[in-house]
């Protein structure tokens, strides 16, 4: 595996490359979650790239990038051992400038859920992406659906850019109880730990709920409810079912829409997010 630290060593590499390129944008401290789309990376093309750059901005002036973990040593003998060819680590300066003048945004898409209290999270999720997608120019990117909503700004953005990448999702990686695997979890205490796995039984008390109501926002007033009595130290953000395509709410469940539930928390002041796909039963089950 080479370590590229250079966006003139990254082209003189990619001018070379033969075959199909996968590649994988990570922030780094991997874990299962990411491995998971560098294994299918693997498997689907003959090189697979992965970059590791803690995107200054993506991150607002109070949230953690100073204190984002950072092991590129350990990032990049995983990578090593699972037969990676390149590992794209750049310095800062070589992906921004103090006088970068362009800014990128989604008008609609950037704006909601994550959007709304990250003010410019998906803005700088995209400008990355859009210089990360140039210098690599991979046949296919690799992106996990914990990160629901980034998920959809990308393929939107691949879409009206024309960016001739094939976009594949990856399902959620999960610890055995049922918490999303993220960087982020590191910052816990084990109490806040336990606590954290309360994104994701609301998420499946909300399936429960399916069958039973058909409006949302009954099943969104329980499920808060719910929420609340079992885990009171966990701070919801949002709690959302919306359309998957246009993350849009929906006001009520039907098998044409294909729904999603979403929910953004504090566990101990750390910011947790998580979704799942909500299974709707045929019309004629609701009574
Ligand atoms: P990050 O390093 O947080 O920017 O994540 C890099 C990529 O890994 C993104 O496409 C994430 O959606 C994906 N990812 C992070 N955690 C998980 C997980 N638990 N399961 C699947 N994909 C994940």
Redesign the pocket.
């Known amino acids: 595996m080479e370590l590229i630290r250079t966006r003139e060593a990254l082209r003189q590499w990619r001018g070379k490359a033969q075959g199909s390129i996968g590649f994988?944008?990570?922030?780094?401290?991997l874990?299962?979650?990411?491995l998971?789309?560098v294994r299918h990376s693997l498997s689907q093309n003959d090189r697979t790239v992965v970059s590791i750059f803690v995107n200054p901005r993506q991150f607002g002036a109070n949230e953690d990038y100073y204190r984002y973990p950072r092991m590129l040593d350990t990032d990049r003998r995983l990578l090593e051992n699972l037969g990676v060819s390149v590992l794209f680590a750049p310095p800062e300066e070589e992906m921004y400038s103090p006088d970068d003048e362009v800014w990128m945004s989604l008008t609609r898409l950037s704006r909601l859920w994550c959007g709304s209290y990250r003010l410019g999270h998906f803005d700088g999720v995209v400008l990355v992406l859009t210089k990360l997608f140039h210098l690599v120019a991979p046949h296919r990117a690799?992106?996990?659906?914990?990160?629901f909503q980034?998920?959809r700004v990308v393929e939107k953005m691949v879409e009206e850019l024309f960016f001739p990448i094939q976009i594949i999702r990856?399902?959620?990686?999960?610890e055995p109880d049922g918490l999303?695997?993220?960087?982020r979890n590191s910052y816990l205490s084990p109490r806040g730990r336990a606590q954290a796995v309360a994104l994701y039984k609301t998420l499946q008390y909300i399936q429960t709920l399916v069958p039973k109501f058909r409006l949302t926002h009954k099943i969104l007033e329980e499920a808060r409810q719910y929420l609340h009595e079992r885990f009171p130290e966990v701070k919801v953000e949002y709690l959302a079912i919306v359309d998957e395509y246009s993350l849009e709410p929906l006001e009520h469940l039907s098998q044409s829409a294909k729904p999603r539930a979403l929910i953004a928390a504090y566990v101990e002041g750390v910011r947790l997010i998580d979704n799942i796909p909500l299974e709707v039963p045929p019309e004629e089950a609701y009574t």
């Open positions: 994988v944008p990570t922030m780094g401290a874990h299962e979650g990411h998971s789309l690799y992106f996990g659906e914990k990160d980034q998920v990856m399902p959620t990686v999960r999303a695997i993220s960087s």
